[in-house]
């Protein structure tokens, strides 16, 4: 309650929380509105330390450990669409950025959907002190026209945005870019939170992501205007990946 008067008195619009299950009820009780539930999808890269806690033989560790990766990699759409790329690397170019590179104003109201806009993506990346976030950019004669913003921790990129580009294409042009970059890095997997039913299901499914836990995302809003247009104006259908579920 303290919480909620004090952000009424500094003048936000709303609070979001993501309660465990054992806490859900305390946050509706309080005036929480439940408004879905935050999944995490990963997809396994390297699979070895996944296999080394059943394979104690080094050996047969290496071994199950490369015909898994293969596996992983050849059946599912994440091949098809990096032979697709590499066929239109003419006209399309996926890179690493620096976030200073990127004006998020001109170039990604021009170039795609934003999933969040882009005062957000501005604070968030630009406005916080040790920012370690990186940017992986498709590209079109140097206009950007979708973008996956995440950071690694150890051996795993945590999946903080992504801004598809118009054509769902496009975007798994993108992705399998990008895994195939994580591969190269030698990665053991991606993962992202992601909240919503639309195309990006569809996407992170065919490109071997595996659905985890999930956590309850609930809102308080200070204005029933805004709670009613909330989900329309912000879009907020993906968030930082490193939530400990």
């Known amino acids: 309650k ?4 004090d952000a009424r008195n500094e003048g936000y619009h709303a609070l979001l ?5 054992m806490s859900t009820s305390v946050f509706i009780r309080a005036g929480y509105t439940r408004i879905g539930e935050l999944r995490r999808w990963v997809k396994v890269i390297n699979f070895k330390d996944k296999l080394a806690k059943v394979i104690k033989n080094r050996s047969a ?3 199950f450990s490369k015909v898994f990766n293969f596996f992983s990699e050849l059946f599912s ?5 990096r032979v ?4 239109t690397k003419g006209c399309f170019i996926a890179k690493e950025m620096e976030l200073k590179e990127i004006n998020f104003d001109e170039y990604l109201k021009k170039a795609g959907a934003l999933i969040k806009p882009p005062e957000y993506i501005e604070w968030r990346y630009y406005g916080m002190d040790n920012n370690d976030s990186r940017a992986f950019a498709l590209t079109r004669n140097g206009l950007v026209v979708g973008l996956i913003l995440y950071y690694a921790r150890e051996q795993d990129l945590i999946l903080q945005d992504i801004v598809l580009p118009k054509s769902p294409w496009k975007a ?9 970059r994580a591969r190269r890095a030698k990665m053991n997997s991606i993962s992202v939170l992601f909240l919503g039913k639309g195309a990006m299901v569809g996407i992170l499914k065919s490109f071997g992501f595996l659905r985890r836990e999930g956590r309850s995302l ?3 809003a200070f204005d029933q205007r805004f709670k009613n247009n909330f989900a329309d104006k912000y879009k907020l259908d993906l968030f930082e990946g490193d939530l400990d579920l």
């Open 77 to 81: 759409l994440e091949m098809v669409w």
């Open 84 to 87: 697709f790329y590499f066929f």
């Open 61 to 63: 560790l290496k071994l």
């Open 172 to 180: 798994k042009i993108m992705l399998a870019a990008f895994i195939y």
């Open 2 to 5: 303290s919480l909620l008067s």
């Open 17 to 21: 929380a993501m309660p465990n299950a």
């Open 218 to 220: 609930c809102l308080y």
